[in-house]
């Protein structure tokens, strides 16, 4: 609904409206509620079937009969095809990170740079970024003035001078802290499980990995699946 819509509705007048017509809208209000969490659940327990079938027990029941694909009356054909499930949990992404980098693949990790600080340190936020942007090695005020100046000149963008000194000489304020963090996307890492296995590789204990075989459909353009 659009908003015009939503205030013309709004502006209707009211002076008919009895208890018992709230009363009934609650009771719809209720109603469609319930629809809604029903339908979500619903939708759920489909996705959970169509998981079963397509990744347990049709891949198993045509493995079962020496079949790789099967074509339906419709047009439509199911091929099993072998897929790959690769996690890293949060306690072992340092480790997978390491091994990663120093077996030449540390091109696939993305790195985080985290930030937390109190309340009220809005201005540090800006500094830092403005710092991570364009770099930062002062020596003394006079250093930090003359970045504070390039700084401005290239952002067009005034800077707490106070603020932006004092964390350039004595660092982050009080309750600030920082982390970086390996991570790598999980696409990413599944496409690159997949080359090493295909490749007869070997990964460490900290990625975690399965393999197994998935039915796949391909239906025909203006072919519709049907439960026959």
Known sequence: MADNEYAADADMPTS?????????????YLRAEM???????AFERAKARLKELAERTLPAAME???MTSVKLD?????????????SIS???QQDAADWLTSNGHGGIIKHEFVVTT???CGDFVDILMAMLRHGIGCEGRAEAETLADRIERRTNKKLDRVAFVQFALQGAPEGAEGAIRARVHPQTLRKFVREVVAAGGELPPSIKWTQFNKAHVKVPVKTSLSHE
């Open 16 to 28: 008919n409206v009895t208890v018992n017509d709230v009363l009934a809208l609650a009771r719809d």
């Open 90 to 92: 949060e306690a072992d």
């Open 118 to 120: 109190p309340k009220g």
């Open 74 to 86: 419709n047009g439509a054909t199911i091929t099993m095809k072998p897929e790959v499930y690769a």
């Open 64 to 66: 079962a009969v020496g």
């Open 35 to 41: 629809e809604v969490k029903e339908a979500e659940e």
